[in-house]
């Protein structure tokens, strides 16, 4: 499956490109990003290998994650998407979906995680009827969280993952999500 260009009503999300690598890079260098995401910056290697999984997501299992670029200036906002990492939790999580947004920090806090994860939601809910997705997330990363909750994601269980804990979230296709 090729991935689509979705537009919203501030960013368009696309496939990722080469040309993306250094805004990438700059993003995953940011304390402020990695905080609840593994903790530590990656290296530009790091970085590589994440474009290149993105591209071969798509390739393999048909769904990966977008490029989120502000349509007004077309500056690189960050990542949204779905993969399927083999973690390993307990419980697991399968061959279900997992959603997951990352934003440089000027793009925090403007609700822009919210808007291109429904975008990417919607998309999901049309290709996948029915199907759940999960996702999970630090217990400390609040903002995290309630984007998830607006987004009809609920907890179903705890676990940890490489000595942290974490909170599993999972959500049906076509639930109903809070507007705000």
């Given at each position: 499956?090729?991935?689509?260009?979705?537009?919203?009503?501030?960013?368009?999300?696309?496939?990722?490109?080469?040309?993306?690598?250094?805004?990438?890079?700059?993003?995953?260098?940011?304390?402020?990003?990695?905080?609840?995401?593994?903790?530590?910056?990656?290296?530009?290697?790091?970085?590589?290998?994440?474009?290149?999984?993105?591209?071969?997501?798509?390739?393999?299992?048909?769904?990966?994650?977008?490029?989120?670029?502000?349509?007004?200036?077309?500056?690189?906002?960050?990542?949204?998407?779905?993969?399927?990492?083999?973690?390993?939790?307990?419980?697991?999580?399968?061959?279900?979906?997992?959603?997951?947004?990352?934003?440089?920090?000027?793009?925090?806090?403007?609700?822009?995680?919210?808007?291109?994860?429904?975008?990417v939601l919607d998309w999901a809910d049309r290709t996948w009827p029915g199907r759940e997705t999960v996702c999970m997330i630090h217990?400390?990363?609040?903002?995290?969280?309630?984007?998830?909750?607006?987004?009809?994601?609920?907890?179903?269980?705890?676990?940890?993952?490489?000595?942290?804990?974490?909170?599993?979230?999972?959500?049906r296709s076509g639930e109903a999500a809070q507007v705000s």
């Open positions: 499956m090729s991935p689509p260009s979705i537009d919203t009503g501030r960013l368009t999300l696309r496939t990722h490109r080469v040309e993306d690598f250094e805004d990438m890079c700059a993003m995953w260098s940011e304390p402020a990003v990695v905080r609840f995401i593994g903790g530590k910056v990656l290296s530009d290697e790091e970085v590589w290998g994440r474009l290149l999984r993105y591209a071969g997501e798509w390739a393999l299992v048909d769904y990966g994650f977008w490029a989120a670029r502000d349509r007004a200036s077309g500056a690189f906002v960050g990542e949204v998407g779905f993969h399927n990492l083999h973690r390993d939790l307990v419980p697991p999580f399968g061959d279900r979906p997992e959603l997951g947004y990352a934003l440089v920090p000027w793009a925090h806090g403007q609700g822009l995680a919210t808007e291109a994860a429904r975008a217990p400390e990363n609040a903002a995290s969280a309630r984007v998830a909750e607006r987004l009809g994601y609920r907890e179903f269980a705890r676990s940890s993952y490489k000595g942290e804990p974490e909170v599993l979230l999972s959500r």
